[in-house]
């Protein structure tokens, strides 16, 4: 029994090595295609997600909160505009940042500040004051080249937690300001006891 079953094991392995001989290692050929095959890229980069969604977007926050900054107006700005990839070329290129602009149709700006002499400026403006700031900030971005938008909103934070305010323009219905805060009471506008009263900020 045991020979048979030797005989048997040796005559298996024979034909195992015997077809391996004959086996032959080949390479599929790709099917012939007339549709190319089309590799998604990556969009440029070198821009910062902080101030805006694309690099024309936060070259232009990052422009308008200098231009804040230079009159003491100490803002941190973010701008989103959408359709989010028109903003996605080369925006040292000016043709293609003004094309660009021309195509957004839907902008948000955020501004977010924890200067005190800041704050207490736009309060002191009053409610009628502070929406004429936000609308600037908008009719800047029309003039700039943002001539497509359709609606627009600006946020207003005081510091990270408190959003003060919002404005929301629309080409058919143009501006609508709130409050959301009830402008903490004016407490920013009431010095504690034993400190020295601010200087009233002068109007820029």
Excluded at 46 to 52: E, Q, V
Excluded at 161 to 172: F, I, P, S, V, Y
């Amino acid at each position: 029994m045991r020979r048979a079953l030797a005989a048997l094991c040796a005559a298996a392995v024979a034909a195992l090595l015997t077809a391996c001989d004959e086996a032959q290692v080949t390479h599929a050929t790709a099917a012939p295609t007339t549709t190319p095959i089309v590799l998604s890229t990556l969009p440029p980069i070198g821009f910062n997600h902080r101030y805006g969604n694309n690099p024309v977007t936060a070259a232009d926050a990052f422009a308008m909160e200098r231009q804040l900054f230079a009159v003491k107006q100490y803002w941190e700005v973010g701008l989103r505009a959408d359709p989010t990839q028109a903003g996605y070329v080369d925006e040292t290129n000016p043709t293609l940042a003004s094309a660009a602009r021309a195509r957004f149709t839907d902008a948000t700006v955020i501004i977010a500040s924890e200067s005190l002499p800041t704050l207490r400026d736009l309060l002191q403006r009053g409610d009628a004051g502070q929406q004429q700031y936000c609308q600037q900030l908008v009719e800047q971005l029309r003039a700039q080249g943002y001539t497509g938008l359709q609606q627009a909103t600006v946020a207003v934070f005081f510091g990270e937690g408190d959003r003060h305010a919002e404005l929301t323009w629309t080409k058919a219905g143009g501006y609508v300001f709130k409050v959301l805060d009830g402008n903490l009471g004016n407490s920013l506008l009431t010095p504690v006891p034993s400190a020295t009263p601010f200087v009233t900020p002068v109007a820029h």
